[in-house]
């Protein structure tokens, strides 16, 4: 199945490279050059994955991936010049599962969305048995890997692709600590070169997620010093 891919990218050199690269990937490729233009199209034909630069003008991309979360949960690569820690943990928490600053070679953007595309499920690998995260007959909370979902109180939770695969990891060995640097090299595969801001990150927007009060975790519980646990309640 060929995949879809809306490059949002103001810059007309930098989104040709990219068509170029993503092109003799295989992929689909649509081109948008602003945040209305990336929200019509993603409206009127949902892509598959999406590359967004947070310098867009009027409306940043940090709106861009804001709204496109309310309707999916496709995987969002940032691609941007800006470099400052803070940019890119705002540009994560506004949903975003990778980060890739300017400039960039084109063979890390490629290799950055086939990690994602190797997160994507396919329909057909074996069933796998649910874990139940908390079993308080008011709150049942299921991870259903088979669906790729979490289920709350019979609905759906709105996770990312990379949530889910962050929770999935640590629901392996319930009780036990993952290291973050552990986390990334099985969630993001290729370690975000190091950076454990990340997992921290996005361990953050799972637990206003999952947790019944994200000020004090009880699912996903941080070993100080060590990195975090899975404790099912």
């Known amino acids: 199945m060929v995949l879809r891919v809306l490059v949002v990218e103001d810059d007309d050199r930098i989104r040709a490279v990219l068509r170029l690269a993503l092109e003799d990937e295989g992929y689909l490729v649509r081109e948008a050059v602003d945040t209305q233009d990336a929200l019509e199209q993603v409206q009127a034909e949902l892509p598959d994955l999406m590359i ?11 709106t861009c991936i804001r709204e496109v979360r309310k309707l999916s949960d496709i995987p969002i690569v940032i691609v941007s010049a800006r470099v400052d820690t803070h940019d890119i943990v ?13 400039p960039f070679q084109v063979k890390e953007i490629t290799a950055r969305l086939r990690a994602l595309r190797r997160r994507l499920r396919t329909g057909s ?14 709150r049942t909370m299921i991870l259903s890997r088979d669906r790729g ?26 009780g036990r600590v993952m290291s973050r640097q552990t986390l990334l090299a099985s ?6 070169y ?7 990150v996005h361990v953050r927007r799972l637990r206003t997620k999952i947790e019944r009060d994200p000020a004090e975790p009880a699912v996903v519980v941080t070993v100080r010093g060590m990195g975090y646990r899975l404790d099912p309640q």
């Open 52 to 62: 967004v630069d947070l310098m867009l003008g009027e409306v940043d991309g940090y």
């Open 90 to 102: 705002a540009g994560l928490e506004a949903g975003a599962d990778d980060y890739v600053t300017k």
């Open 125 to 138: 690998e074996p069933a796998e048995p649910d874990i139940v995260l908390d079993s308080d007959p008011d």
């Open 149 to 174: 979902a979490v289920v709350l109180r019979g609905a759906d939770l709105p996770l990312t692709m990379t949530e889910f695969r962050l929770l999935s990891e640590l629901a392996q060995v319930p």
């Open 187 to 192: 969630v993001w595969e290729h370690g975000f």
């Open 194 to 200: 190091g950076d454990e801001r990340i997992v921290d």
